[in-house]
């Protein structure tokens, strides 16, 4: 899972959007991966709503190239991000021996990883429109977080 990558500067609307959706795809795969060990039910449960939730991700994402201006999405930016999501995978990360706890605390890091990822996004541009793009994908990822919690909460209860 551990690939080499550097803090990445985006040029365009479309390569943060792109580059979000790869990140999604690969914690999507790690969740996968994790859910294919032999595993408690509370935690195969909460596997695969997390991958759920990266799927729904990944099908927003797609749909914002989809709706948007392409003379929005090709908006220029100067945005290099303080937050290297990529660091976060290069980081070993556990595999079989994952318990509940750490798989919660894990979608815990990356869901505020990615709010605080497009909120500097936001801030970065100077159109209205390309702003509220990146605030309406830092309040679904606050929104997914939130979704979580309640989902480890409930699985924890069992």
Known sequence: M???????????????IK??????????K?????????RPER???????????????EEVLSRFEEVNEQSILDNWMQFTPKVDI?????????????SFEEIVQLADLYSHTFVEFYKEAANESELPEVRMIFNNLANMAL????????????????
């Open 86 to 98: 990529h660091q976060l995978f290069d980081a070993p990360l556990p595999q079989a021996e994952i």
């Open 143 to 158: 929104q997914v977080n939130r979704q979580q919690n309640n989902a480890a909460s409930f699985n924890a209860v069992e």
């Open 2 to 16: 551990s690939q080499n990558y550097t803090l990445q500067n985006f040029e365009q609307v479309k390569d943060v």
């Open 30 to 38: 790690y969740y996968q991966s994790l859910n294919e060990n032999d």
């Open 43 to 57: 935690e195969k449960m909460l596997l695969d709503y997390l991958i759920e939730k990266q799927v729904q991700i």
């Open 19 to 28: 580059y979000s959706k790869t990140i999604h795809e690969r914690l999507r």
